[in-house]
């Protein structure tokens, strides 16, 4: 009998981030992006698997019935005092499951790597907000800090919509509501939370994860009516998260929705991460301040990539950073290494990167 207690205990103990487990493989642990097995552990079997289902389940019937008519379920699970969010699906029609660990302490922001102009820009009274990255690049974290922050420094109620809630919050000096989406949960869907919050009186709506063109409406629509919107998307660049977002629409749609997403649109903050020489996990950001230049951009009958990287470049007094700066100047602070760097762009853009690494360097020198 496969004993879930002491692959959680351990998963905790070194720290790791995500637990993987699948049949004929011992546990995996991932610490610091790197997959590591449980050696103390025998590999899983089928039945192991079976055990594991029930033992997250707990025989949660409607988890059950969920699991079986889409042969995936996303639910939470607590042991030793901590979060974790559980995934389990099917491979060769047994079930695996994967485990993120929620830790109780969120980082503070200021630990996070990320520029002030972003906490910042919560002050705003309204507008859309949009935090993006790819999986496991630490979305999720950011947004929590932020709502912390929120938190602690200003007085307004904000609302949540999460599949699974992660992070509990409790409230100081803002008002905070925390509703999880999902069958038989707060909210049935995403897009039905954002419309609902209209109702709700809040000030700060977040929203865990914008899936579709129904949230994408839904959220510029609470934007348009004087709030502040925080949501996320899993694009890579800032320039990506603009193309997404307009794609969710018809053609004949989108110089309509270019003109709303101009003037809401206050910020795009696009992150990675990278593991850095201590085996820790370092955050490389790149931010886009939506400024005359970017909406001006965006306005256009063709989105080009270039030309919004170009924005990002030409505000950097309003804010925004390029994402070939922040890894010239990561570089530069021994956080990561040059193959890192390079790994994260483009060929062409690798002459641009050596030659913002040696203009860091001379200015570092200077003072």
């Known amino acids: 009998m496969v004993d879930m207690n002491k692959i959680l205990d351990i998963a905790i103990a070194k720290d790791a981030s995500d637990v993987h487990l699948i049949p004929g493989n011992k546990p995996m642990l991932r610490i610091a992006r790197r997959l590591a097995p449980i050696e103390v552990m025998k590999e899983l079997t089928e039945n192991d698997m079976t055990e594991i289902y029930d033992y997250l389940v707990k025989g949660n019937v409607e988890a059950d019935e969920q699991y079986k008519k889409y042969r995936r379920l996303d639910t939470s699970y607590e042991h030793a005092g901590l979060r974790f969010r559980v995934n389990i699906s099917y491979s060769e029609n047994i079930p695996i499951a994967t485990l993120r660990i929620i830790k109780n302490t969120l980082p503070k922001y200021e630990d996070l790597g990320l520029p002030d102009i972003v906490r910042r820009m ?87 994860e914008i899936r579709d063109k129904e949230t994408m409406e839904a959220g510029i629509e609470m934007a ?71 909406a001006g951009v965006i306005r256009k009958d063709k989105i080009n990539v270039s030309e919004i990287e170009d924005a990002i470049q030409s505000g950097a007094s309003n804010g925004s950073i390029g994402l070939i700066n922040s890894l010239a100047e990561l570089f530069v602070e021994d956080k990561i290494t040059l193959e890192q760097a390079k790994a994260q762009i483009e060929e062409k853009n690798i002459e641009t990167l050596n030659r913002t690494i040696m203009q860091l360097k001379l200015q570092k020198k200077k003072f």
Do not use: W
């Not at 699974?164 to 100081?172: L, T």
């Not at 008002?175 to 209209?198: A, C, M, P, R, Y």
């Not at 003109?259 to 931010?287: F, G, H, I, N, T």
């Open 224 to 294: 348009e009516s004087g709030h502040l919107v925080i949501g996320t998307l899993h694009t890579k660049s800032c320039a990506e998260t603009i193309d997404r977002m307009i794609n969710f629409y018809e053609v004949r749609d989108q110089a309509s929705i270019k003109y709303l997403l101009s003037s809401l649109l206050k910020m795009v903050v696009s992150q990675r991460l990278l593991p850095a020489p201590d085996d820790k996990m370092v955050l490389v950001p790149e931010v886009m301040v939506v400024d005359n230049i970017v």
């Open 122 to 208: 919560t002050y705003q009274p309204q507008g859309l907000i949009l935090v993006t990255g790819k999986t496991n690049s630490g979305k999720t974290t950011t947004l929590n800090a932020l709502i912390n922050d929120i938190n602690e420094n200003q007085n307004r109620k904000i609302l949540t919509l999460e599949n699974p809630i992660e992070f509990k919050h409790h409230s100081k000096n803002s008002l905070i509501v925390q509703k999880e989406v999902g069958k038989g949960k707060d909210s049935l869907t995403f897009s039905d939370g954002v419309k609902n919050s209209l109702r709700e009186d809040c000030d700060i709506l977040v929203i865990g």
